[in-house]
């Protein structure tokens, strides 16, 4: 598996519209085999948009957020934007995959889908797998998507958003159905809506106080609700995101310590070491030296 020098960032990539369409928030992709030379997959890399990918057959491997994934016939993938992907080789490929941008979601009609918990992805989850019901679903729905996506007219966003709707909330039951087949409750969502707020301004934020700001709610409220939902404490989830994008940073680049402490907001780097050795056991650099040589 490539990795980035101390001198490459990690390069974020953005969602590239069809020449037919022009559109630069949604793009459909499909995959009967052969696949363009994307040699710049293969380096540790961001996208700056969402993808779903239907993988019809396929034997490559590839990795999200330091896990590998084998890529099974019939499964779907997903990721988000600032998720650290990589894939290990090009194999020929059967998939459909659809992309849409955050300002997609932003779209009055398309706000209701960024609630949805294949999108919130609260477990962290990539994989989603499907019975021969749900693959038959998931076809049709691909199906109706494309053919839209390929006529464009004054109708086109408002029935991509339709039948995207109806495939996302599908794809969220059967998202709970694997990772947690519990209902969200009120405080559940608030749980949800504070890891989302994390997951947007970990680097720069770094107390509950400020999360609960952002929640308008207390901060003593908000610690009594994630403690309880959780079973771990508000200030845990800010220091595992962060442990998180740390371990991202140490796997798939070179990039040294002082950049990435930098990076993630921390005032030095020795507060930066401190902090990982204390919630991880380890060093940075132990950590970093030790995950290269499990992975040789």
């Known amino acids: 598996m490539n990795i980035l020098n101390d001198r490459q960032p990690v390069p974020i990539y953005s969602l590239e519209p069809d020449e037919a369409t022009a559109n630069k928030q949604f793009k ?37 957020d330091m896990t590998p994934y084998v890529l099974q016939d019939n499964t779907i993938y997903f990721s988000a934007p600032g998720d650290l992907i990589v894939k290990e080789e090009f194999r020929q490929l059967w998939s459909t995959g659809i992309a849409f941008t955050k300002e997609f979601l932003a779209v009055q009609e398309n706000a209701a889908l960024s609630k949805l918990p294949i999108i ?11 019975s021969m019901v749900d693959i038959d679903f998931v076809e049709d729905m691909l199906g109706k998507i494309a053919t839209e996506y390929r006529r464009p007219n004054e109708w086109q966003q408002r029935m991509l958003t339709a039948y995207l709707t109806v495939l996302l909330t599908y794809l969220s039951r059967l998202y709970t159905e694997q ?39 207390s901060a003593g409220y908000l610690s009594e609700v994630v403690k309880a939902q959780s079973g771990k404490s508000a200030m845990t989830h800010i220091h595992e995101r962060l442990v998180l994008e740390a371990r991202r940073l140490l796997f798939h680049t070179q990039q040294p310590l002082k950049e990435i402490a930098f990076d993630l907001g921390f005032s030095d780097a020795s507060y930066f070491n401190r902090f990982f ?8 650099a132990e950590y970093r030296a030790s995950i290269r040589e499990m992975y040789q």
């Open 120 to 130: 919130q992805n609260p477990h962290r989850g990539h994989e989603l797998r499907l």
């Open 277 to 284: 050795k204390r919630e991880t056991g380890i060093t940075p």
């Open 28 to 64: 459909v992709y499909q995959y009967e085999g052969d696949l363009p030379n994307q040699a710049e997959l293969l380096i540790p890399h961001r996208k700056d948009h969402y993808l779903f990918v239907f993988i019809r057959r396929a034997g490559t491997r590839q990795w999200i």
């Open 179 to 217: 990772f947690d087949n519990k209902p969200l409750s009120t405080d559940k969502l608030l749980l949800t809506s504070y890891q989302a707020k994390i997951d947007e301004h970990f680097r720069a934020l770094h107390q509950v106080s400020e999360y609960a700001s952002l929640l308008n709610v």
